[in-house]
């Protein structure tokens, strides 16, 4: 794995409550199909491990930021279903407002002129 990769995937495996949440504002979803969009939103670059999803799902329910149900039986299993709470709309906006703050801190300082050269 290239060190940009592994800087990659640590960076945005900070962020996975917020990408879970952002992905349930546009609607229920059932796990699995949480895990395909997000792997389908970077045109397969980037994947969170269904063990790491489902270990966010269930921290996000005890948080009171998700609630699940299950779905009706459709072609064999049943499926969990998980919302979005009012609580976790307020969560996923005030991280998306502290990584835009952090973003603009972070590309002023990597944008920094060498005045010694």
Do not use: C, P
């Amino acid at each position: 794995m290239a060190t940009e990769d592994a800087f990659a995937a640590d960076l945005l495996r900070g962020h996975t409550d917020t990408i879970v949440l952002g992905v349930l504002r546009t609607g229920e979803r059932y796990g699995f199909e949480i895990y395909k969009t997000i792997r389908d939103a970077t045109g397969g670059d980037h994947e969170i491990k269904e063990a790491t999803l489902y270990a966010t799902y269930r921290r996000l329910e005890k948080d009171g930021l998700v609630e699940s149900y299950w779905g009706d039986e459709t072609q064999g299993g049943r499926r969990k279903y998980y919302r979005i709470t009012d609580a976790g709309r307020a969560v996923y906006r005030g991280n998306v407002t502290a990584w835009i703050a952090t973003r603009r801190v972070i590309d002023a300082l990597l944008d920094l002129k060498d005045e010694d050269r």
